[in-house]
């Protein structure tokens, strides 16, 4: 059974830095892509940034661009996502997220629909 464990998250001042780790077990992620998806009550879950394991190709969200950084060690199976200077607009619940199925070579599912197994979620809060 695949699972992903998510560490990190809490809440942090304004301009503040947080990571977050996803270990995801049950599998051998190498050929997968990771997503890092946030979702605020009342909106539709987002793609903040996601990675194609075998290749590294990344996505990221226009706002989070040059603050975000999503990285894999494949030795330990782990998927980080580093916040920098983090806003406010930042605070939401944060999910990553596996893609097992088939993607094309050079691409980077980046629709929450698009992935199969999701942890559980952690809070981000940045306050102001």
């Known amino acids: 059974e695949v699972q992903l464990v998510q560490y990190g998250g809490g809440l942090v001042q304004a301009g503040e830095s947080l990571r977050l780790s996803c270990k995801v077990s049950?599998?051998?992620?190498?050929?997968?892509?990771i997503g890092w998806f946030r979702k605020v009550p009342g909106k539709e879950r987002e793609g903040v940034s996601c990675?194609?394991?075998?290749?590294?190709?990344?996505y990221y969200e226009g706002s989070v661009k040059g603050r975000f950084t999503v990285s894999s060690d494949n030795a330990k199976n782990m998927v980080y996502l580093q916040m920098n200077n983090l806003k406010p607009e930042d605070t939401a619940t944060y999910y990553c997220a596996v893609r097992m199925r088939y993607f094309r070579p050079g691409s980077v599912p980046v629709s929450p629909a698009e992935y199969d197994v999701w942890g559980s979620g952690t809070q981000v809060t940045v306050s102001s």
């Open positions: 049950g599998r051998i992620f190498d050929d997968d892509a």
């Open positions: 990675i194609s394991v075998s290749d590294g190709n990344t």
